[in-house]
């Protein structure tokens, strides 16, 4: 086990005051909160900034943290000390996503007690969240996943344990990033006869190379030619499920123009659509006849494309 | 090594073909029915339905309510700043797909 200085995680000095590591967990917080940043590696550092912050503005945990002395460095391997006494931080304030680091210092007492908390005569079992990433054709054709989740159950004497599961899931057809799935009775046991907690799966979807994808609607970027646009021509276009579709380009389509091919976005009961958008790509004059060919074009024209500028 | 059958378990979109009640809503989230009155009336949630009992909640509700106990929670927002943060996050996440297709481009070199 490695050793964390939540001083450093936080960037503030031994010395500092409450409110000035309030403010610097505030401001990391915001920068690295996962509904908030999509940077990668932003969830990772929160929860260390979480971690560090739980320990820190709690008096009695950061003076327990400190006793264990400035001298370590973060990454040193490091064991808590022998006579280190965990059992007084038991607040079950802690979400479960400490590091070994943390568990070792504060969790311990706590895991122990949690299991002999007076429970109801008969309970519904906890939800679950889970995420899970699929791809874009996922979402057109539905997948079949095996997910591993870690989930919790009672053993013969009632106690609380985590357990290892994997569920065998079918993703349906239609779904979207950001929609939930509900497993119902596939999470945490009910107690004493009452019915097993619901299982919700997040689905995202990774981010497409050639599509990009909003809501049920998906989008394409076409190149096209100067010409093709000016003259109209038919191109093949290709589709997440890799079917080609023939599209008609109409002369004088201009970049941006979005072509809306109806129903042919992520499907479902009201399916989304697939949208075209042209994009128009100049070719670079490089050999003297391309140069001639583009001064055969200025002269062929009186096209003014800043007549609505002034000046 | 013995032949397995799988049973691939069925799920229901969440957004498509549940209605979920305030208790359900409630349990999903880990969040007290209170808080879930007091999303409604600041408009962070929209469900169907006249009174608390009669509500059900679709659409995104499920996420929006997820994200909107987790700022609370971690940032400790009140709730209007919970409400702008999701009208301002989504906000965000449409501007983030669209530079995402600027940058996917294909006439940059």
């Given at each position: 086990m490695?050793f ?5 995680t ?10 000035e ?8 917080a915001?920068?690295?909160?996962p509904?908030v940043?999509?940077e ?9 900034v979480?971690e560090?912050f739980?320990v820190?503005?709690d ?6 943290y400190?006793q264990?002395g400035s ?8 064991s808590?000390?022998?006579d280190w ?5 038991t607040?079950g304030?802690f979400?479960?996503?400490q590091?070994d ?6 969790c311990r007492?706590a895991?122990?007690q949690?299991?002999r ?6 309970a519904?079992?906890q ?7 699929i ?5 057109y054709?539905?997948?079949k996943?095996t997910?591993g989740l870690?989930m919790p ?5 009632g106690?609380?344990f985590?357990?290892?599961r ?11 990033a950001?929609?939930n799935l509900r497993?119902?009775g596939?999470?945490?046991p009910?107690f004493g006869?009452g019915?097993a907690?619901?299982?919700y799966?997040?689905?995202g979807?990774?981010?497409d190379p050639?599509?990009?994808i909003e809501g049920?609607d998906?989008?394409?970027?076409l190149p096209?030619?100067p010409w093709?646009?000016?003259?109209g021509t038919?191109?093949n276009v290709?589709?997440p499920?890799?079917?080609l ?8 389509t201009?970049a941006?123009?979005k ?5 042919k976005g ?5 399916a989304?659509?697939?949208y075209?958008?042209?994009n128009?790509?100049?070719?670079s ?13 200025q ?5 003014k494309?800043?007549?609505h500028?002034k000046g | 090594?013995?032949?397995t059958h799988i049973?691939?378990?069925?799920g229901?979109?969440v ?5 979920m009640?305030m ?14 009155m007091?999303?409604v009336?600041e408009?962070v949630l929209?469900p169907?339905?006249?009174?608390p009992?009669?509500w059900?909640?679709s659409?995104n ?8 106990a987790?700022?609370m929670?971690d940032l400790?927002?009140?709730?209007p700043?919970?409400?702008?943060a999701?009208?301002l996050?989504e906000?965000l996440?449409?501007l983030?797909?669209?530079l995402h297709l600027?940058?996917?481009a294909?006439n940059?070199?």
């Amino acid at each position: 086990m490695k050793f964390k200085d939540y001083y450093e995680t936080l960037g503030v000095a031994r010395t500092a005051s409450p409110d000035e590591i309030k403010q610097a967990y505030r401001k990391l917080a915001r920068k690295y909160h996962p509904d908030v940043s999509k940077e990668a590696g932003a969830e990772e550092r929160f929860k260390e900034v979480g971690e560090a912050f739980a320990v820190l503005k709690d008096p009695e945990k950061r003076a327990a943290y400190d006793q264990m002395g400035s001298n370590w460095k973060s990454g040193q391997d490091f064991s808590p000390p022998p006579d280190w006494n965990s059992g007084g931080f038991t607040d079950g304030d802690f979400g479960g996503d400490q590091s070994d680091f943390f568990e070792s210092l504060f969790c311990r007492g706590a895991r122990a007690q949690a299991g002999r908390q007076s429970q109801p005569r008969s309970a519904k079992g906890q939800d679950q969240h889970a995420k899970i990433m699929i791809d874009l054709i996922d979402a057109y054709q539905g997948a079949k996943r095996t997910i591993g989740l870690s989930m919790p159950a009672y053993d013969d004497q009632g106690q609380l344990f985590m357990q290892e599961r994997k569920l065998d899931v079918s993703i349906p057809q239609g779904i979207r990033a950001g929609q939930n799935l509900r497993l119902a009775g596939q999470a945490g046991p009910g107690f004493g006869g009452g019915p097993a907690g619901d299982l919700y799966l997040e689905i995202g979807i990774h981010p497409d190379p050639i599509y990009r994808i909003e809501g049920k609607d998906v989008f394409l970027d076409l190149p096209l030619s100067p010409w093709e646009a000016a003259l109209g021509t038919t191109v093949n276009v290709p589709t997440p499920t890799g079917a080609l579709l023939e599209l008609t380009i109409p002369p004088g389509t201009p970049a941006g123009r979005k072509m809306r091919l109806k129903g042919k976005g992520i499907p479902s009961k009201e399916a989304g659509d697939l949208y075209v958008v042209p994009n128009i790509v100049l070719p670079s004059a490089e050999t003297e006849a391309q140069k001639e060919a583009y001064r055969t074009l200025q002269g062929a024209f009186d096209f003014k494309p800043r007549s609505h500028l002034k000046g | 090594m013995s032949n397995t059958h799988i049973t691939w378990i069925e799920g229901s979109i969440v957004e498509h073909e549940v209605h979920m009640t305030m208790v359900e809503l409630a349990e999903a989230t880990c969040t007290p029915q209170d808080m879930i009155m007091a999303w409604v009336s600041e408009g962070v949630l929209s469900p169907a339905g006249g009174s608390p009992q009669d509500w059900r909640f679709s659409g995104n509700s499920l996420q929006r309510a997820k994200t909107a106990a987790r700022l609370m929670h971690d940032l400790e927002l009140n709730l209007p700043g919970v409400a702008l943060a999701l009208d301002l996050l989504e906000e965000l996440d449409q501007l983030r797909s669209q530079l995402h297709l600027a940058n996917a481009a294909p006439n940059k070199e």
